[in-house]
């Protein structure tokens, strides 16, 4: 370009009456899509344009799928690029060789291809859902954890008190024993103190028994 071009600048609203294409900003910012090349963001915008010209004239096959039709030669004149590159650029947005934002279907000899535009968003839709789904999965996970360890306390609290109240039962058996014997011991030391007592009253009393028959001898005697 031999003479430098001179652009005015916008005012007010004047950029809104232009018709723009539109590159979907997932595109851009989103990391699954840095791979693709800025001519490949740019065809998918292009053929986004031509969805609404499908729809006005009911490009739709038996299953209701919205398609295009996008020849390679169109390409090559909108992007003003040679063929060879027009065929790298499709190829990074196809379903078969590529990351699948579009896919190619043959019509047979003399009719264009059908290319069906993939929607970007599912993408994103499905990672919502995934997150959604591990966040579930991690609560579901906390809660299972937390009844485990309630449960858990509440085993071990059953054991121990079993286990409290087995020990408490065999110390009475150890202690019913032992009780026995030291009231058995208590009885027969009651009863040696009984027969002491007993014989010394009878000792006492064959001791006056004696005396009194000493005394009425003497008197007889005299």
């Known amino acids: 370009m031999d003479e430098k071009l001179k652009f005015d600048y916008y005012y007010g609203i004047e950029a809104e009456q232009f018709s723009f294409y539109r590159v979907p900003r997932l595109l851009i910012k989103d990391k699954r899509f840095k791979e693709l090349s800025s001519d490949a963001k740019l065809l998918y915008g292009l053929m986004l344009d031509r969805m609404a010209l499908s729809m006005k004239n009911g490009w739709f096959d038996s299953e209701n799928r919205a398609y295009i039709h996008y020849t390679l030669e169109n390409i090559m004149e909108d992007l003003n690029c040679a063929k060879e590159k027009c065929s790298k650029i499709l190829a990074e947005l196809d379903s078969k060789k590529g990351i699948g934002l579009i896919e190619k279907k043959r019509q047979g000899l003399g009719k264009p291809d059908i290319i069906y ?106």
């Open 117 to 222: 535009v993939k929607n970007f968003a599912v993408v994103e839709a499905e990672e919502i859902t995934e997150t959604v789904a591990k966040s579930n999965i991690q609560k579901f996970e906390n809660q299972t954890s937390r009844s485990s360890e309630i449960e858990h306390q509440e085993i071990e609290k059953v054991e121990f008190v079993g286990d409290f109240e087995n020990r408490t039962s065999r110390s009475r058996e150890i202690e019913h024993p032992e009780v026995r014997k030291s009231n058995f011991k208590k009885s027969e030391n009651r009863t040696s103190r009984g027969s002491e007592i007993e014989l010394q009253e009878d000792r006492k009393s064959n001791f006056r028994r004696f005396g009194n028959r000493t005394s009425r001898g003497s008197k007889i005697e005299l």
